[in-house]
């Protein structure tokens, strides 16, 4: 089934449509999830590749499969039991289920194009976040490469104090 918005009502509220990379997978949840976060986790960051992964948490009674059951992947962390879901056709991420929260489906908030009635205002496992993650710096546009922006290098301050003769401060 496909639907030309991926965000619209159903009979008692909004729903969000997702996909994975390639569409295989598609699924939609109600309209507002339950929370957003930002995993910093090393598993995480493993899994998805990237610096942190951005998480919508649902409710399974909310979360329905539209199509793609059979491209669906699963691998059990040995050490934690939650099981990762991901599309066998493109590699996109796309379940994260705990066992400690066994009614709950984990969602990369990245899947859906449109609002899901949260915003990420959580951060789990701060203590593993990488020295290289982006933390909001000043970015300026990098000449002769539209659409890039970079992090300028910071000024080192000079210790000490220079003498009046040489000009130097």
Known sequence: MVRESSQTRNGSGLIALGACLCGAVRFEIDVPACWSWHDHSAASRKAHGAAYATYVGAW???????EGDGFIGRYTEPETRAVRSFCTRCGTPVFYDRPRAPKMVNIPR?????????????????????????????????????????????????????SSSDGAL
């Open 60 to 66: 399974k009674s909310r979360f329905r499969m539209i």
């Open 110 to 162: 990245a899947l859906f194009d449109n609002r899901v009635g949260r915003e990420p205002r959580y951060h789990i496992a701060v203590d593993q976040m990488r020295e290289w993650a982006f933390l909001g710096e000043k970015l300026g546009p990098l000449k002769g490469f539209p659409g890039v922006v970079w992090e300028r290098p910071r000024r080192q301050k000079q210790i000490g104090f220079a």
